[in-house]
Nanobody
Framework: QVQLVESGGGLVQAGGSLRLSCAAS????????MGWYRQAPGKQRELVAAITSGGSPNYADSVKGRFTISRDNAENSVYLQMNSLKPEDTAVYYCNARAMGVVKFDYWGQGTQVTVSS
């Protein structure tokens, strides 16, 4: 059974920091591109950051320089360090595991709420 369990969300003031974690089980983590997405009320889900199986990150323009994605293959976990948070970062953040090669899968976590107050 595949599970992606996010943690670390919460309420923080603008300018503050949070670190999201996603623990994966039941999948071939080392093959996965791991991503963090977010969805604000009334908006579409959008990619925040992703990191390939080889460790190459990419970021949405809106978070470049403020957020850092990392992964620990030994722990089957991916992290999102969020600094200098802004009210517009408020959203539900979802962890995603995806593989598009010979092995294909696309899994989502249940989401964790991040609220940034002004």
């Amino acid at each position: 059974q595949v599970q992606l369990v996010e943690s670390g969300g919460g309420l923080v003031q603008a300018g503050g920091s949070l670190r999201l974690s996603c623990a994966a089980s039941g999948l071939r983590f080392r093959l996965s591109t791991m991503g963090w997405y977010r969805q604000a009320p009334g908006k579409q889900r959008e990619l925040v950051a992703a990191i390939t199986s080889g460790g190459s990150p990419n970021y949405a323009d809106s978070v470049k320089g403020r957020f850092t994605i990392s992964r620990d293959n030994a722990e089957n976990s991916v992290y999102l360090q969020m600094n200098s948070l802004k009210p517009e970062d408020t959203a539900v953040y979802y962890c995603n595991a995806r593989a598009m090669g010979v092995v294909k899968f696309d899994y989502w976590g249940q989401g964790t709420q991040v609220t940034v107050s002004s």
